[in-house]
């Protein structure tokens, strides 16, 4: 009886315990649902009803006349067209020259390789807030103002990502490296035969971030782009916020097709991508 009544007094903490979590976990998805389900919504609603009082999460009335605005009034399909090519190749590149770096730190031994490393970590102190001048000034230099090359190069190869990478790469086993080498591959061929097809998990983390990074970048291509036709997506619907006339209903169009990109390609690798996060974690 005393064994059971132990039992007994043990499982009903962890069942409050499972209760509150839910109840936590369940809040945070509301709290996180209800603005995207306004959103989406709000690009159904007229422009009185945008203004209209008490906020309802369901339009009133449905109309269709702000996805018709958005694409005949403005350059929205080129600049989807312009972040998905900035994006694109940010990543690939991205994605390959970290997996690089990574292999580098984590597989080969050279002079202040530890001093290497801890000063691409340090860079993740740095605000980019600090580099915006001395980045437009090399910009101007080399004659990438307003051209894409001012957004796709800097932003190549991420500390985080090299991090990542090299974490990941410790775990690949140094046997499979060596009998690589004694068959006669090269260690470019060792690296795209042996060590990428064992790391993909964290190329595909690499990947989601990189990618995401890009198409939400704000600040850096208002600085560097002034052509209105290669604006990106997050500039192009910010100019649709004027002073004497703003399309709401547009915008909230605008926004909702332009998450559309980032929820496929979480849905498409949400497995991969927690693999790599939760398994890369723990390695080193």
């Known amino acids: 009886m005393a064994r ?12 409050v315990n499972v209760l509150f979590l839910n109840s936590l976990v369940l809040i945070g998805i509301i709290l996180t649902a ?72 984590a597989k080969y031994q050279f002079r202040f390789k530890r001093f290497f490393f801890f000063l691409v970590l340090a860079t993740l102190t740095l605000p980019f807030h600090v580099l915006l001048i ?46 690589a080498r004694i068959d006669g591959a090269s260690e470019f061929r060792i690296f795209h035969s042996v060590v990428i097809p064992l790391v993909r998990p964290a190329l595909g983390v690499v990947a989601i971030l990189t990618f995401v990074n890009t198409w939400n970048d704000f600040l850096w291509p208002l600085i560097v782009l002034n052509d209105p036709k290669k604006y990106l997506l997050t500039i192009g619907l910010a100019t649709m916020d004027g002073p004497f006339d703003v399309e709401i209903g547009a915008i909230m169009a605008g926004s909702f097709l332009s998450t559309l990109p980032i929820i496929f390609i979480f849905v498409l690798m ?6 790599g996060l939760t398994q890369g974690a723990i390695r080193g």
């Not at 910009?139 to 957004?151: K, Q, R, S, T």
């Not at 949400?270 to 693999?275: E, L, P, S, T, Y």
Request: charged fraction near 15%; charge should be neutral; glycine fraction near 6%.
């Open 134 to 179: 001395p980045l437009f000034i090399m910009m101007i230099n080399f004659g990438w103002v307003g051209d894409y090359l001012a957004i796709i190069v800097p932003g190549i190869v991420g500390a985080f990502n090299i991090f990542l990478m090299r974490q990941y790469i410790e775990s690949v086993p140094d046997e499979l490296m060596d009998a």
């Open 270 to 275: 949400q497995r991969q991508i927690i693999a």
């Open 4 to 15: 059971k009544a132990n039992s007994s007094s043990v499982t009903k903490p962890n069942k």
């Open 34 to 105: 209800v603005p995207f389900i306004y959103m989406v919504t709000a690009s159904f609603r007229s422009q009185g009803e945008l203004y209209s009082l008490p906020v309802t999460i369901m339009p009133r009335e449905v109309v269709g006349q702000n996805y018709p605005k958005l694409f005949d009034d403005t350059h929205f399909i080129l600049w989807y067209g312009n972040t998905i090519f900035t994006s694109s190749i940010r990543t690939a590149l991205g994605v390959y020259f970290a997996a690089l770096a990574g292999c580098a730190f």
